[in-house]
């Protein structure tokens, strides 16, 4: 987030849309909790789609929760939901994998409330995703061309590698 402008931009646009739901939520708490609450209590009972962390030294960033519309009868990702590759091309939410960075569209589908334990937030639904994979080796790619057969002749002589190996000893051995 230190790194980034638009994290910035987008951090405090969520935390403007948590004080408006608040700002609301103060004045209809009584229709959507059966009870008055001041701001204060209302922020307790507030859940944010921003998770902070929980680590004090912030070794890890705060996240942003969004809910990926879920078919349980088929095992996936709702048809509605699109998911893209770097170049803009449709491409099977199975690909996304742990390390890829994405950019999402999301809506804020309304409130959800909980007055029995008196939590209360906003649902973020995904409606698309662009997905850029990591940058990293993945299988095989040694790309080599062994068709030249007159230089298969020459090299023969020449085709032993010197490795030398350093023995390092451990100290506590």
Not at 148 to 166: G, K, Q
């Amino acid at each position: 987030e230190e790194r980034s402008k638009r994290i910035q931009r987008f951090r405090h646009c969520i935390e403007y849309i948590d004080e408006c739901i608040l700002d609301k939520a103060f004045s209809c708490s009584e229709d959507w909790m059966d009870d008055e609450y001041s701001s204060e209590m209302l922020k307790m009972f507030y859940k944010s789609p921003i998770k902070k962390s929980k680590k004090k030294d912030k070794k890890y960033a705060d996240t942003f929760k969004v809910t990926v519309p879920w078919n349980a009868d088929a095992g996936e990702v709702r048809n509605d939901v699109l998911f893209y590759d770097e170049k803009g091309e449709e491409m099977s939410w199975k690909e996304v994998t742990p390390g890829c960075e994405v950019v999402a569209l999301f809506e804020i589908n309304g409130l959800w409330c909980s007055p029995g334990i008196k939590q209360f937030g906003p649902s973020v639904k995904l409606q698309q995703l662009q997905v850029f994979k990591p940058k990293r080796i993945r299988g095989f790619q040694i790309k080599c061309d062994l068709s030249d057969d007159e230089d298969d002749e020459d090299d023969e002589d020449n085709t032993s590698i010197a490795i030398e190996e350093e023995v390092v000893s451990d100290p506590e051995d």
